[in-house]
């Protein structure tokens, strides 16, 4: 089994979350797929995101803040 990190975009509300997550390849017809761990952290991030939770969001990787450039 090969592992090779991404970096993943969560975006939620007016936040981008960006994540580093370790993609694990092997033989099978599944692969790249993420770790449980992965996972339950991209969904950890999500929820602090949408609860506006930065601080908890922060611990995960960069966040971004978006903004409208006209109207």
Known sequence: ????????????GQYVAEVEVKLMEDETGWSPYLSIEDAYKLDDVRDALRNGDLKSATKYGRIYELRPVTH
Do not use: N, T
């Open 1 to 12: 089994m090969k592992y090779r990190k991404k970096i993943k975009y969560i975006h939620e």
